[in-house]
């Protein structure tokens, strides 16, 4: 079993950066809103650093009169060597962990720190990830200038950077975590993102509704990463076929982000971003939800092995959050 | 669940493309450059040039022209929209190369732009010259 509760583990603030393709919900509450793709730097990966160097320090001037220090940074990006986050913290004296799920990455590096702070090891700690839509082109598709067809079942790489700020102290309670298995989706095909991890959505989301015995509509909402709109309704029907669990107050937050109306948005969004950006400036926001199980999702499609002819497997995580006020 | 109703499962909901638009866009960009290219050959000819040389004065304009746009950072736009229509021609093996040199120019001379521009144009100059290989090889055997 790998579904752990939570004692005295908040979620204290948190910082999105996004840069603002023009089919983007704009979301009153994001923090810093870009409109260029290099943001004033010579190449996109220091863009992507850049972005990350920002949200990093805005998020600390913001809460280090509270906290007095920062015990320590978790995070990762898409980058290979998840090089953006480890430059990145060579300009803050910060113990860091780096660490990769792909589009999981955050909803991960908060159950590591979380898991942290219930254990007394620390007592704050920051999750960062980012993500640039052309460095994963580039690093998983094709050059950027090629502008190689996009079908319609692909999903658009959010460009951006979030950071959350865990505390012992808060408004929102980060009550428990289930750790997912990696699934094989038995699918090759790399433009069908909601598909790969639509399996591994669903079986995280039953094991964590087992290991907590608890019914589906205890949880206000569910919030899944990345699945867009295909694989929102892929979820689903696999839930309803395998777990005969039937989804009713589920939303996807890749369908959340993007105006889907827009033929561009194709699927919908994914990165390691959507799910925060969603969670904190949409959800949050609304103060509708009381009880949140976040779930993200992340396709370990790696270029190489998809080209060796491999399936690709995927991966989910998911934290339940308890609004307190 | 089995391996095959999964991805049956899968293709229920994925959506399907528009693959005879997307052809029709194609024949209609790839055949009007290739009418462009002809009335440019025509119109060099009516200036004394020979028909070979025209043809390839032509082909360079279009090379030209190709790797231009996409260094100034809207073929990739057009591209997306004329799909083979653009690709095939020779704008689409000029514009794969200059893209990638595009993509790495930062990452250094050789290690980047030596190492990567034909990473996506390599194969079409491999299995040209083989296949051309092959072809010669059969005409030899066929007509001596």
């Given amino acids: 079993m790998a579904s752990f509760k939570f004692k005295n583990v908040f979620l204290k603030d948190y910082y999105s950066l996004i840069y603002d393709n023009k089919f983007l919900n704009k979301f009153k509450s994001f923090d810093y809103v870009i409109n260029d793709y290099y943001f004033g730097c010579k190449s996109l990966e220091k863009a992507e650093l850049k972005m990350q160097k920002t949200v990093l320090n805005n998020i600390i001037k913001k809460n280090i009169v509270d906290l007095k220090k920062i015990d320590l940074v978790v995070g990762g990006d898409l980058s290979n060597q998840i090089a953006i986050s480890n430059y990145n913290m060579t300009s803050f004296k910060i113990p860091f962990l780096g660490e990769y799920s792909a589009c999981a990455t955050f909803v991960e590096s908060m159950i590591i720190l979380a898991s942290f702070i219930d254990n007394d090891f620390i007592d704050n700690g920051i999750a960062i990830t980012s993500a640039h839509n052309l460095n994963s082109e580039k690093q998983f598709r094709f050059p950027i200038e090629y502008g190689a067809y996009k079908p319609k079942r692909t999903t658009i790489t959010a460009t951006g950077s979030t950071a959350a700020v865990l505390a012992k102290n808060g408004l929102i309670k980060i009550e428990s975590a289930t750790i997912g298995n990696v699934v094989d989706s038995t699918l090759k095909d790399v433009f069908e993102m909601g598909g790969v991890m639509a399996p591994a959505a669903a079986l995280t989301i039953a094991n964590h509704l087992k290991d907590m015995n608890r019914d589906v509509n205890y949880y206000d909402l569910i919030l899944t990463g990345d699945l867009g709109n295909s694989g929102k309704e892929i979820l689903k029907e696999i839930l309803e076929l395998n777990y005969h669990i039937k989804l009713k107050k589920y939303n996807d937050a890749g369908c959340l982000l993007y105006n889907m109306e827009d033929e561009k948005s194709k699927s919908g969004a994914s990165g390691p971003v959507v799910l925060p950006l969603v969670l904190f400036n949409k959800v949050l926001k609304l103060k509708k939800y009381k009880k949140i199980l976040i779930v993200a999702t992340g396709s370990l499609h790696s270029p190489v092995m998809v080209n060796q002819k491999n399936t690709i497997p995927a991966i989910a995580h998911a934290i339940s959050l308890e609004v307190l006020k | ?144």
């Fill in chain 2, 1 to 144: 669940m089995k391996d095959n109703k999964y991805q049956q499962l899968v293709k229920k909901h994925t959506p399907k493309e528009d693959k005879l638009k997307h052809a029709l866009i194609a024949f209609l960009v790839g055949g009007s450059l290739g009418l462009i290219a002809n009335i440019l050959v025509t119109i060099f000819n009516s200036f004394g040039i020979s028909s070979k040389d025209s043809a390839i004065i032509v082909l360079l304009i279009y090379i030209f022209l190709a790797c231009l746009f996409t260094s100034l950072g809207f073929f990739d736009n057009l591209v997306a929209i004329c799909l083979c229509g653009l690709i095939i021609p020779i704008t689409g093996f000029a514009h794969s190369i200059c893209s990638s040199m595009l993509d790495y120019k930062k990452d250094g001379l050789v290690t980047g732009i030596g190492s990567n521009s034909f990473k996506l144009a390599g194969s079409v100059i491999l299995y040209g010259i083989l296949s051309a290989f092959i072809l010669v090889i059969i005409k030899v055997i066929l007509y001596g």
